[in-house]
Protein backbone atom coordinates (compact mmCIF):
# COMPACT_ATOMS: atom_id res chain seq x y z
CA UNK A 1 0.00 0.00 0.00
CA UNK A 2 0.98 3.64 -0.43
CA UNK A 3 3.65 4.90 2.43
CA UNK A 4 4.98 8.07 3.57
CA UNK A 5 8.16 7.60 4.99
CA UNK A 6 8.97 10.21 7.77
CA UNK A 7 12.89 10.76 8.98
CA UNK A 8 14.17 10.99 11.44
CA UNK A 9 11.72 9.43 14.16
CA UNK A 10 13.48 11.09 17.04
CA UNK A 11 15.53 13.64 17.36
CA UNK A 12 17.44 15.53 20.25
CA UNK A 13 18.62 19.14 19.56
CA UNK A 14 20.06 21.84 21.39
CA UNK A 15 17.90 25.33 22.18
CA UNK A 16 18.83 27.64 19.35
CA UNK A 17 19.32 25.38 16.50
CA UNK A 18 16.63 24.22 13.52
CA UNK A 19 15.94 20.69 12.78
CA UNK A 20 14.55 18.92 9.33
CA UNK A 21 12.29 16.35 9.22
CA UNK A 22 11.32 14.53 6.04
CA UNK A 23 8.30 13.13 4.67
CA UNK A 24 8.57 10.65 1.48
CA UNK A 25 5.72 9.71 -0.01
CA UNK A 26 6.79 5.80 -1.52
CA UNK A 27 4.61 4.34 -4.48
CA UNK A 28 2.49 7.07 -4.99
CA UNK A 29 2.86 11.29 -5.41
CA UNK A 30 1.73 13.65 -3.23
CA UNK A 31 0.76 16.87 -4.43
CA UNK A 32 -0.82 17.97 -0.89
CA UNK A 33 1.02 17.03 2.55
CA UNK A 34 -0.03 17.77 5.97
CA UNK A 35 1.70 18.67 8.92
CA UNK A 36 0.63 18.10 12.02
CA UNK A 37 1.84 18.30 15.87
CA UNK A 38 0.81 16.28 18.73
CA UNK A 39 1.67 17.05 22.43
CA UNK A 40 1.54 14.15 25.30
CA UNK A 41 -1.87 13.12 25.86
CA UNK A 42 -3.22 15.38 23.39
CA UNK A 43 -5.14 15.07 19.97
CA UNK A 44 -2.94 15.50 16.27
CA UNK A 45 -3.31 19.13 15.79
CA UNK A 46 -3.05 20.66 12.40
CA UNK A 47 0.34 22.66 11.19
CA UNK A 48 -0.81 23.61 8.12
CA UNK A 49 -1.13 22.04 4.63
CA UNK A 50 1.83 22.15 1.81
CA UNK A 51 1.24 21.89 -1.55
CA UNK A 52 4.13 20.44 -4.24
CA UNK A 53 5.23 23.87 -6.35
CA UNK A 54 3.58 26.82 -3.54
CA UNK A 55 3.48 28.17 -0.76
CA UNK A 56 2.11 26.44 2.35
CA UNK A 57 -1.10 27.37 4.17
CA UNK A 58 -0.32 28.10 7.72
CA UNK A 59 -3.50 27.09 10.33
CA UNK A 60 -3.76 30.09 12.42
CA UNK A 61 -1.70 30.94 15.61
CA UNK A 62 1.37 28.69 13.76
CA UNK A 63 4.36 30.98 12.96
CA UNK A 64 5.66 30.33 9.04
CA UNK A 65 8.86 31.65 9.93
CA UNK A 66 9.53 29.35 12.35
CA UNK A 67 8.37 25.99 10.67
CA UNK A 68 9.38 26.55 7.33
CA UNK A 69 7.97 23.96 5.03
CA UNK A 70 9.18 22.84 1.64
CA UNK A 71 6.92 20.33 -0.56
CA UNK A 72 9.50 20.81 -3.70
CA UNK A 73 8.55 17.66 -5.60
CA UNK A 74 5.64 15.39 -5.49
CA UNK A 75 7.51 12.81 -3.68
CA UNK A 76 9.22 14.96 -0.62
CA UNK A 77 7.85 17.27 1.84
CA UNK A 78 10.03 18.77 4.62
CA UNK A 79 9.16 20.80 8.11
CA UNK A 80 12.09 22.63 9.46
CA UNK A 81 12.09 23.87 12.98
CA UNK A 82 13.73 26.72 13.11
CA UNK A 83 15.91 28.01 16.34
CA UNK A 84 13.99 25.88 18.02
CA UNK A 85 12.82 26.05 22.24
CA UNK A 86 11.86 23.41 24.72
CA UNK A 87 8.49 24.47 24.30
CA UNK A 88 8.75 23.26 20.07
CA UNK A 89 9.14 19.12 22.06
CA UNK A 90 6.16 17.66 20.25
CA UNK A 91 5.57 14.46 17.96
CA UNK A 92 5.38 15.52 14.28
CA UNK A 93 3.59 13.89 11.78
CA UNK A 94 2.83 14.31 8.24
CA UNK A 95 -0.02 12.84 6.00
CA UNK A 96 -0.97 12.74 2.59
CA UNK A 97 -4.31 12.06 0.93
CA UNK A 98 -4.74 9.00 -0.80
CA UNK A 99 -6.14 10.51 -4.70
CA UNK A 100 -7.94 8.06 -7.18
CA UNK A 101 -9.94 8.46 -10.06
CA UNK A 102 -12.69 7.65 -7.43
CA UNK A 103 -12.01 9.97 -5.24
CA UNK A 104 -10.20 10.19 -1.80
CA UNK A 105 -9.05 6.67 -1.03
CA UNK A 106 -8.25 8.34 2.93
CA UNK A 107 -5.07 9.23 4.59
CA UNK A 108 -1.69 7.42 5.03
CA UNK A 109 0.28 8.71 7.99
CA UNK A 110 4.21 9.15 8.20
CA UNK A 111 5.51 7.09 11.83
CA UNK A 112 5.97 10.52 13.25
CA UNK A 113 9.06 12.78 14.93
CA UNK A 114 9.95 12.80 18.28
CA UNK A 115 11.36 16.37 18.67
CA UNK A 116 13.23 16.70 22.57
CA UNK A 117 14.38 20.12 22.51
CA UNK A 118 17.48 20.33 25.57
CA UNK B 1 -16.04 21.60 9.88
CA UNK B 2 -19.10 19.27 11.05
CA UNK B 3 -18.15 17.90 14.16
CA UNK B 4 -18.20 14.79 16.09
CA UNK B 5 -18.88 12.99 19.40
CA UNK B 6 -17.11 10.27 20.45
CA UNK B 7 -16.98 8.37 24.06
CA UNK B 8 -13.50 8.92 25.53
CA UNK B 9 -12.64 5.45 26.90
CA UNK B 10 -14.01 2.06 26.41
CA UNK B 11 -12.99 -1.10 27.37
CA UNK B 12 -13.52 -4.86 25.60
CA UNK B 13 -11.94 -8.39 26.23
CA UNK B 14 -9.66 -9.87 24.16
CA UNK B 15 -11.64 -11.62 21.08
CA UNK B 16 -15.04 -10.34 21.64
CA UNK B 17 -16.31 -7.74 19.11
CA UNK B 18 -16.15 -4.06 19.36
CA UNK B 19 -18.56 -1.60 18.80
CA UNK B 20 -17.33 2.30 18.81
CA UNK B 21 -19.33 4.62 18.29
CA UNK B 22 -19.67 7.82 16.49
CA UNK B 23 -22.07 10.76 16.38
CA UNK B 24 -22.28 13.65 13.80
CA UNK B 25 -25.68 15.26 13.53
CA UNK B 26 -24.52 18.33 11.43
CA UNK B 27 -22.83 15.50 8.85
CA UNK B 28 -23.38 17.71 5.62
CA UNK B 29 -24.27 15.37 2.01
CA UNK B 30 -20.80 15.25 0.77
CA UNK B 31 -19.13 14.34 4.22
CA UNK B 32 -17.54 11.03 3.49
CA UNK B 33 -16.85 9.54 7.56
CA UNK B 34 -13.39 8.54 8.02
CA UNK B 35 -11.85 6.14 11.00
CA UNK B 36 -8.51 6.48 12.02
CA UNK B 37 -6.45 4.72 14.59
CA UNK B 38 -3.22 5.57 16.79
CA UNK B 39 -0.99 3.16 18.29
CA UNK B 40 0.81 4.77 21.29
CA UNK B 41 3.69 6.44 19.69
CA UNK B 42 2.80 6.26 16.21
CA UNK B 43 1.45 7.94 13.56
CA UNK B 44 -2.26 7.33 12.90
CA UNK B 45 -3.30 4.87 10.80
CA UNK B 46 -6.00 4.77 8.39
CA UNK B 47 -8.70 1.76 9.31
CA UNK B 48 -11.81 2.49 6.81
CA UNK B 49 -14.18 4.94 5.49
CA UNK B 50 -17.55 5.17 4.27
CA UNK B 51 -20.07 7.55 2.45
CA UNK B 52 -23.76 6.27 2.72
CA UNK B 53 -23.50 2.38 2.72
CA UNK B 54 -22.05 0.14 5.42
CA UNK B 55 -18.15 -0.61 4.90
CA UNK B 56 -16.51 -3.88 5.43
CA UNK B 57 -12.22 -4.29 4.66
CA UNK B 58 -9.79 -6.94 6.52
CA UNK B 59 -9.28 -4.74 9.60
CA UNK B 60 -13.25 -3.35 10.25
CA UNK B 61 -16.84 -3.11 9.40
CA UNK B 62 -18.43 0.38 9.45
CA UNK B 63 -22.14 0.52 9.88
CA UNK B 64 -23.45 3.69 9.25
CA UNK B 65 -27.52 5.10 10.13
CA UNK B 66 -29.61 5.62 7.26
CA UNK B 67 -29.91 9.22 8.52
CA UNK B 68 -26.02 9.29 8.34
CA UNK B 69 -26.04 11.23 11.54
CA UNK B 70 -24.37 8.24 13.65
CA UNK B 71 -22.09 5.50 12.85
CA UNK B 72 -20.53 2.49 14.53
CA UNK B 73 -16.80 1.25 14.29
CA UNK B 74 -17.01 -2.84 14.34
CA UNK B 75 -13.95 -4.45 15.16
CA UNK B 76 -14.99 -8.38 14.91
CA UNK B 77 -12.76 -9.58 17.31
CA UNK B 78 -10.58 -7.36 19.33
CA UNK B 79 -6.91 -8.33 20.17
CA UNK B 80 -4.87 -6.73 22.52
CA UNK B 81 -2.76 -4.79 19.33
CA UNK B 82 -6.21 -3.45 18.38
CA UNK B 83 -5.72 -1.38 22.29
CA UNK B 84 -5.43 2.49 20.39
CA UNK B 85 -7.22 5.81 20.04
CA UNK B 86 -9.90 5.85 17.53
CA UNK B 87 -10.64 8.74 15.69
CA UNK B 88 -14.35 9.34 13.62
CA UNK B 89 -13.52 12.16 11.34
CA UNK B 90 -15.69 13.78 8.74
CA UNK B 91 -13.76 14.96 5.17
CA UNK B 92 -15.22 15.78 1.69
CA UNK B 93 -14.32 13.62 -0.46
CA UNK B 94 -11.09 15.53 -1.86
CA UNK B 95 -8.26 16.51 -0.30
CA UNK B 96 -9.47 18.67 2.20
CA UNK B 97 -7.94 18.37 5.55
CA UNK B 98 -8.78 16.06 8.20
CA UNK B 99 -9.48 17.73 11.41
CA UNK B 100 -9.11 14.96 14.57
CA UNK B 101 -11.01 15.39 17.52
CA UNK B 102 -10.07 13.60 21.13
CA UNK B 103 -11.09 9.90 19.53
CA UNK B 104 -12.06 6.84 21.64
CA UNK B 105 -9.28 5.29 23.62
CA UNK B 106 -9.89 1.70 23.51
CA UNK B 107 -7.97 -0.84 26.00
CA UNK B 108 -8.61 -4.79 25.54
CA UNK B 109 -7.91 -6.99 28.22
CA UNK B 110 -7.33 -10.78 28.58
Known amino acids: GAVVSQHPSRVICKSGTSVKIECRSLDFQATTMFWYRQFPKQSLMLMAT?????????EQGVEKDKFLINHASLTLSTLTVTSAHPEDSSFYIC??????????????FGSGTRLTVV | DAKTTQPNSMESNEEEPVHLPCNHS???????IHWYRQLPSQGPEYVIHGLTSNVNNRMASLAIAEDRKSSTLILHRATLRDAAVYYC???????????FGTGTRLQVTL
Open chain 1, 50 to 58: SNEGSKATY
Open chain 2, 89 to 99: ILNTGTASKLT
Open chain 2, 26 to 32: TISGTDY
Open chain 1, 95 to 108: SAPLLGTGGNFGYT
